[in-house]
């Protein structure tokens, strides 16, 4: 256990139970609120070599947690984005591109690696005198009618009026609030890893849709790029299993050498897909963020930009609720938690599923509505500026 800790009997106003990025933000922005945090997570060494592209609306909030300045340094911007149709079907899409500086900023984003994003998190939490850090896991939450009990694996109990579930597709926080989830599998697989090229990215992000799903290049600081190929799971493996040379060579062709000689960088990982949407986001004095709440395909780089939007709005809501002498995890906070955010989860979570099954289905009457969709997206100058805020940040938020 780490933090300050005065009187472990009273009840903290918020326990956030799990340590990954979506976790460690909303127990910092609680904190920052003044509300008398817990955070329940291992620390674990950060050995993957995952990064995540963060949009501008997380950069902007984890500026003002503190957290932005230490990591920024190690994270590339994103100044373009570029859709290529890469399926070979007979009635192809035009490519599409987008610059940030056509809507006046200077980078959509930037794609950092997500130890050094960790790194900087800890570092962060670490400050909060009002955010204890448990060094355990929770092995039983019950919700009781004014607070919820917490037991963890060591034998610590403590109590919080408000939980945080931040841990994971796999929630024992929505289990105990008895949140049902809706599941599809979708089939695919992503493969991630990373690679040095001889070309510069310039700062241009760039994805090829297959028949398969997406294959996006995501710039690094240097002459470097993320990769999320996303396959089937049987390609995927495949894919995973070639030497250094073999799987270089293959990534190679998949960009059309648009970077070109490229060498891949020790780590390689494999995700299944699937979708996941609770039918509530909140419950019981249990509110569900990250994973918990959310699990999408990797397009359009959603999943953590979402989960930080969800910390967010669960710190903004507690806080008020505890400045004004209320209680952060009665039923009319949830309330408000849950009309926040199931209009930007479902929506998001609707286009990106459409953009994945549009690269999926090969029924030829489909594809040149596909097809004069894109073209209309990159001909039609106010539909592709209101495409890019869009994917920014959903227009109510702005």
Not at 144 to 165: F, K, M, P, R
Request: hydrophobic residues 45%; negative net charge.
């Amino acid at each position: 256990m780490s933090g300050v800790m005065t009187d472990l009997a009273a009840p903290f106003d918020v326990a956030v139970i799990g340590g990954g990025p979506a976790g460690v933000a909303a127990a910092i922005a609680l904190a920052q609120t003044g509300a008398r945090t817990a955070l329940v997570a291992r620390h674990a060494p950060y050995s993957d070599n995952r990064t995540t592209a963060l949009l501008g609306g997380s950069v902007e909030f984890l500026d003002g947690l503190g957290v932005w300045s230490r990591c920024s340094d190690k994270a590339a911007p994103l100044e373009a984005m570029r859709l290529v149709d890469d399926t070979g079907r007979l009635i192809r899409a035009p490519e599409v591109r987008f610059s940030c500086h056509e809507i006046g900023l200077d980078a959509f984003g930037y794609n950092i690696d997500n130890r050094s994003l960790m790194l900087a998190l800890e570092a962060r939490a670490i400050e909060l005198a009002n955010l204890v850090r448990f060094d355990d896991e929770a092995d039983s939450v019950l919700t009781e009618a004014e607070d919820v009990a917490l037991h963890t694996a060591a034998g610590q109990y403590l109590t919080a009026h408000l939980v945080v579930g931040a841990d994971g597709r796999h929630s024992l926080c929505r289990e105990t609030a008895g949140i049902d989830v809706t599941r599809r599998d979708l089939k695919q697989t992503a493969l991630t890893f990373n690679v040095s090229h001889s070309r510069p990215h310039r700062n241009v992000s760039t994805e090829f849709h297959t028949p398969h799903g997406p294959c996006v290049f995501v710039p690094l600081p240097g002459d470097r790029s993320s990769i999320v190929w996303v396959a089937s799971p049987a390609e995927a493996e495949r894919l995973r299993a070639l030497s250094d040379e073999e799987l270089s060579a293959a990534i190679e062709k998949q960009s059309h050498f648009i970077l070109g000689r490229m060498s891949v960088e020790p780590g390689r990982n494999l995700f299944p897909l699937a979708i996941e949407r609770p039918k509530s986001f909140a419950r019981d004095r249990i509110a569900l963020v990250g994973e918990a709440a959310h699990v999408v395909p990797p397009i359009g780089a959603q999943g953590l930009n979402l989960g930080l939007r969800d910390a967010a709005d669960i710190a903004r809501l507690a806080g008020e609720a505890i400045a004004a002498g209320g209680d952060p995890g009665a039923d009319d906070v949830l309330k408000r938690y849950d009309w926040a955010r199931r209009p930007d989860i479902l929506s998001r979570t609707f286009m990106i599923d459409m953009a994945n099954r549009s690269l999926l289905n090969d029924f030829l009457p489909l594809q040149p509505v596909r097809a004069v969709g894109m073209h209309l997206l990159g001909a039609i100058g106010p539909l592709r500026r209101f495409a890019m805020r869009e994917g920014l940040a959903p227009t109510w938020r702005r």
